[in-house]
């Protein structure tokens, strides 16, 4: 016969077992209580082992920088079909983010250029600004439009360009979305009276265009056409003085029958190109100034001022004269051509 025995009850009981008499001790009975075991965990911790060479990192949950985010949502803006063109085809966001920095660049690091009478820029409405024309490559006119939005704090110049800047696909493209615009009588009344700072360089091609002989001296600004468009818009004219430009690609000679083969005005031969090919092309790091002149009024002339040839001349001839001038002092006071 088997006998079971509770052994819960914290008591002893006897049995027999083979004729004998057994007796049961609990486990956990008086004198042989269960020892109570610290739980070490609670006084010590493991202690933590870095990883070789490790360093300890916050998680990145700061939100996103300005740039990050301007960069977004330009792209989508771009991707969405979401962003403004004006009716010249000027797309002022792609102009801040993929026309400007690269030219700014140019603008502080190669040619490190200066500006003088940066208050003669209105803060509002509109100016034409006239300027003498170098380069062989018309870089002054893009180092102009830089200088006039950094100093003014964002404005832009609506420069007037010339047939064949329009001609050219990729660059036509460029210049329509930059802000640039055909140099007519319309176009450049329009902007005025939309309260738009206007860039025009009347000496054109052969301004750009002049042999290195002729370096700072100013050809002839035409039958004063933008002059006419000042006076009926109402708005002062600046002019504009660029140093610095004439000696970024001395032009030596010209071969025209490669510039009638690709219709162009001429075809420059420098001292690095075309022999250099198209490490000839880049320009000489020559140092710049350009200084805004006082501005010249012509609300003052009244409606009908515009229909006067001989007052339309006159004020040519200032606007000409102040230019050249400007010139020739500045460059009195230059001592190095990559110095300034």
């Known amino acids: 016969m088997t006998r079971y025995f509770d052994l819960d009850d914290g008591g002893s009981e006897a049995g027999t077992v083979g004729g004998a008499e057994a007796q049961v001790i609990p486990l956990h009975g008086p004198g042989r209580e269960k020892p109570e075991v610290e739980d070490v965990r609670e006084q010590q911790e493991a202690p933590v082992v ?113 047939d064949l800047v329009f001609q050219v696909p990729l660059v036509g493209s460029f210049a329509r979305k930059s802000g640039q615009t055909l140099a007519c009588h319309a176009d450049a009344e329009r902007l005025l009276r939309k309260g ?32 006419s468009a000042a006076l009926k818009a109402g708005v002062p004219i600046i002019p504009v003085s660029v140093i610095g430009a004439e000696e970024i690609y001395p032009k030596l000679g010209d071969i025209k029958v490669l510039a009638r083969m690709l219709g162009l005005p001429y075809f420059p031969v420098t001292p690095f190109f075309p022999m250099m090919g198209l490490l000839g092309a880049v ?23 515009v229909d006067d040839p001989m007052l339309v001349f006159q004020v040519t001839d200032q606007v000409r004269e102040s230019i050249q001038q400007t010139l020739y002092q500045r460059l009195s006071q230059r001592k190095s051509v990559f110095r300034g």
């Open 50 to 162: 870095a990883f070789p060479g490790g360093v300890d990192r916050p998680a990145p949950d700061e939100p996103l920088s300005a740039a990050a985010r301007s960069a977004l949502g330009f792209i989508r803006g771009r991707l969405t079909g979401d962003y403004t063109v004006d009716e010249f085809g000027f797309d002022p966001e792609l102009t801040e983010a993929l026309f400007l920095p690269p030219l700014r660049a140019l603008y502080k690091k190669w040619f490190r250029v200066d500006t003088y009478g940066v208050e003669n820029l209105p803060a509002t409405g509109g100016a034409l600004l006239v300027s003498n024309h170098s380069g062989t490559i018309p870089l002054d006119s893009l180092m102009t439009a830089v200088a006039v939005h950094d100093e003014t704090g964002g404005r832009h110049l609506r420069g007037l360009g010339a």
């Open 196 to 227: 738009e700072l206007v860039g025009v360089w009347p000496e054109g091609f052969k301004g750009v265009g002049k042999p290195f002989a002729s370096r700072y001296k100013l050809q002839r600004f035409g039958r004063g056409g933008f002059v």
């Open 283 to 305: 320009p000489l790091p020559t140092k710049w100034s350009i200084e805004f002149g006082t501005p010249i009024a012509t609300d003052s002339f009244g409606p009908d001022a």
